[in-house]
């Protein structure tokens, strides 16, 4: 058969439409069954992850890599049945990855650093933690950077990367909490009746713990004061309420036995001081003279 000058072999070309047709159809077959079969594998991914007590942002970032990963495979795969050369799009889409992974690297440090944070999970959103500098409750946790409320309501926002290289102090890991209260009082002071009086104020108090009991020791000679420390315990969620009720009590019942808080004084000697106020005091009764 002629057809604009070149001579068409029919039977040919209805052999290639036929395969050409067959191998479209497949790979429409492999995309569709192969994205369903994806989002069932992710499906089951993401529980296996729940069971195992990964953090659900994790474990949702986590399903929709591995959702990326599976369909550029079934995509790839689809090609490679109508004959596309998959060997290049391969290279274009790993000089891509390079390429993203070095303008991004920063940001993907803080996102390994958020992956280990919420895996291994040092602290959770509600606890009250130190981080560095910074002291506040965890509010929110992103797998780039986690968020504190400080006490009078500021929000710090701190890159993860930040956190995974820095000490992190963590106050409420554990139900129970120990307070730790100071007193300084008088060298003539009793320090016996101090004690009494510390340790009957702890022991009354409702928030306090009686096992393991309060206790009072003498923690340090100063240069103006014996430094008085009781230890008691209480839950977290009533440290700060027993610490100020306990130092106020403190106050009213040491002034009440007339024991001293004594604060830091310095006694200041000038040489040649009395010389000069004698000079000072002979000028004064010199009689004045008229020129």
């Not at 000058?5 to 439409?17: E, N, Y």
């Not at 919420?118 to 002291?135: A, E, H, K, L």
Request: aromatic share 6%.
């Amino acid at each position: 058969m002629e057809f604009l000058g070149f001579t068409v072999d029919i039977a040919t070309l209805t052999a290639s439409a036929v395969v050409l047709t067959t191998k479209l159809v497949l790979a429409i077959l492999i995309f569709v069954v192969g994205l369903w079969l994806a989002k069932k594998a992710v499906a089951v991914a993401h529980k296996v992850m729940l069971r195992g007590r990964l953090d659900d942002t994790v474990a949702s970032f986590l399903g929709r890599l591995l959702y990326g990963v599976l369909l550029v495979v079934v995509t790839l795969a689809a090609l490679s049945k109508v004959g596309v050369q998959t060997t290049s799009v391969v290279a274009i889409l790993g000089g891509a990855a390079v390429a993203i992974g070095l303008s991004l690297k920063d940001q993907l440090s803080n996102f390994a650093a958020g992956i280990m944070i919420v895996t291994f999970r040092p602290f959770v959103r509600g606890d009250y933690v130190q981080i560095s500098s910074y002291t506040g409750t965890v509010t929110e946790i992103t797998l780039v950077n986690t968020h504190l409320t400080t006490i009078n309501n500021h929000d710090i926002i701190i890159p993860n990367s930040d956190i995974t290289t820095s000490a992190v102090v963590n106050y409420t890991a554990l139900p129970n909490r120990r307070v730790d209260i100071t007193v300084g009082i008088g060298y003539d002071a009793s320090i016996k009746t101090a004690k009494e009086v510390m340790l009957s104020l702890a022991k009354n108090n409702p928030l306090a713990f009686t096992d393991p009991e309060p206790i009072v020791r003498v923690t340090n000679l100063g240069d103006n004061s014996v430094d008085l420390t009781l230890n008691v315990w209480t839950t977290n969620a009533d440290w700060w309420t027993m610490q100020c009720e306990l130092l106020e009590q403190f106050k009213y019942a040491l002034d009440d036995e007339k024991i001293e808080i004594p604060f830091p004084q310095r006694s200041v000697h000038v040489k040649g001081l009395d010389h000069m106020i004698n000079q000072m005091g002979q000028a004064q009764k010199l009689p004045l003279t008229k020129d």
